[in-house]
């Protein structure tokens, strides 16, 4: 038992070490550091990847940059122009314009060019955010600054990363946000800063087939948006991977409990694929039924119909006014008053028989998520599951708190139920999922938090991985 545990651990170290390597040797796509916050309503999503992937975008360099100031003199959206400088080939030289990130309506828009020289390198930015980025700071590797975006506030939140020593910063992406009109969110890839490197593209294609079995097993150390990044990156990657029962298992109790939407859609393409293996496919339909949401109208596209409204004080009517409509995305918003929206429901109406047997064997557990933002005001907010028996008794209740919100909607898992198979406990028949907020500054108005999703899931729990990966997805719940 001994050898076996030693063996676990060298193992487990030496697939730690490769996932460092290839993050240090740019086969690894780091596109994780986010400058900004996303405002709800985000649209145009650029990504310079795409138009740099194809020549292998490790060895390209940011060679200028556009920005686009309007009347204001704030900043509103940008453009990065890439020049590759590594690997030439004689006689070629590729310049790459990328995307406009940000404001695409840029035609009576004042333009600053920042031009590079083949010797500079960005190693740091810095901007400045109220609800849109609004200034810009951007550091070379010999000491140069540049600022642009003139508007600077107190409410303004800075937001700043560097490069590791020896790494620039290239391969921008960005999100805009359609309400506020500007460039809401910026993103970069990291690659270092060396020159003449053997082909990035080309190496990691021998990595793949040389340690395959190796990159199965990385799997597990991989967060969800490590491997989201990958599949994307590497279509030789997913390729590989995706029919591998190990992968599809591991991938498939992650996404259960990320909430992560790409990853819904990459199932739902795997299963249209007609070379995959039948019992892959199953394995893929069973996780994609677990992945449904059984509240009707999750999102409240249609007014939160089906769910109840309620004051500290007992029924309220619910007004147009709570509910908000940005292009396309539906938003309840909670006021200065205290409000509580509520989904209600008998389990019969909603699981069918045979999963509510699986629910009272303790081979299903139910989970209960929201998604929530800020609305920029403040506020607090507190979601709250209670389960009753049919005579109307609490046999379940969890709760979770919010006093201060993140201004970018998020996913949270509020409360998982699995039956406790010692104890002599009533039959579960109803769920009351309740959701109550408010906002903290102003007395006219819905200022308070926003609420886009409410989500109410079966999950499997047969193996110890996914009773553990339960047990930790609500170790903060009070």
Request: glycine share 6%; proline share 2%.
């Amino acid at each position: 038992m001994g050898n076996q545990n030693m063996n676990i651990q060298q193992t487990s170290g030496q697939l730690v070490q490769l996932k460092q390597m290839l993050a240090l040797e740019n086969r690894l796509m780091l596109k994780d550091i986010s400058l900004g916050f996303s405002t709800g309503d985000e649209i145009h999503p650029q990504d310079d990847f795409f138009l740099l992937s194809d020549k292998g975008y490790q060895n390209f360099k940011v060679s200028e940059i556009v920005l686009f100031e309007n009347q204001s003199n704030e900043l509103a959206a940008i453009q990065f122009i890439y020049k590759q400088y590594q690997n030439l080939e004689k006689n070629q030289d590729f310049t790459i314009k990328g995307n406009i990130i940000g404001h695409q309506q840029i035609k009576n828009m004042s333009q600053n060019k920042i031009k590079f020289s083949d010797d500079e390198f960005i190693i740091d930015i810095k901007v400045y955010v109220e609800y849109v980025i609004d200034k810009i700071k951007i550091f070379l590797n010999n000491g140069k600054c540049f600022t642009y975006g003139s508007r600077q506030t107190s409410k303004q939140e800075t937001y700043s990363f560097t490069a590791p020593q020896g790494f620039h910063f290239t391969c921008f992406s960005g999100s805009t946000s359609s309400h506020f009109n500007g460039l809401c969110i910026l993103k970069a890839d990291i690659c270092s800063i060396e020159k003449y490197n053997t082909n990035p593209k080309s190496n990691f294609i021998e990595i793949i087939a040389s340690n395959k079995s190796a990159l199965r097993s990385l799997i597990p150390y991989l967060t969800v948006k490590e491997m989201s990044i990958l599949m994307r990156a590497y279509k030789l990657f997913a390729k590989i991977l995706s029919n591998e029962v190990l992968f599809i298992d591991e991938i498939g109790r992650r996404a259960l409990f990320s909430g992560n939407i790409n990853l819904i859609k990459y199932y739902q393409n795997l299963i249209k694929q007609e070379s995959l293996a039948s019992e892959q496919k199953n394995n893929l339909r069973t996780y994609q039924d677990n992945i449904k949401n059984y509240v009707q109208n999750p999102h409240g596209e249609d007014k939160f119909r089906g769910f109840e409204f309620l004051s500290e004080y007992g029924q309220a009517e619910q007004k147009d006014s709570y509910i908000e409509n940005l292009n396309g995305l539906t938003h309840f918003k909670f006021s200065y008053m205290k409000n509580i929206l509520v989904w209600k429901r008998k389990m019969h109406d909603i699981f069918t028989a045979n999963d509510i047997e699986n629910i009272e064997n303790s081979s299903l557990a139910i989970v209960f998520g929201i998604e929530i933002a800020d609305s920029n005001y403040g506020g607090s907010l507190t979601a709250e599951v209670q389960i009753q028996d049919e005579a109307h008794n609490c046999i379940f209740i969890q709760r979770k708190k919010f006093d201060t919100i993140q201004r970018g909607f998020k996913f949270y898992n509020i409360a998982g139920y699995i039956k406790k198979q010692n104890l002599n406990q009533s039959k579960p028949q109803i769920i009351i999922f309740s959701i109550s907020g408010q906002d903290s500054r102003f007395w006219a108005g819905h200022f308070g938090p926003r609420l886009r999703s409410i989500t109410c899931r079966l999950i499997p729990v047969l193996t110890q991985q996914e009773i553990n990966l339960f047990n930790n997805s609500f170790k903060n719940v009070q």
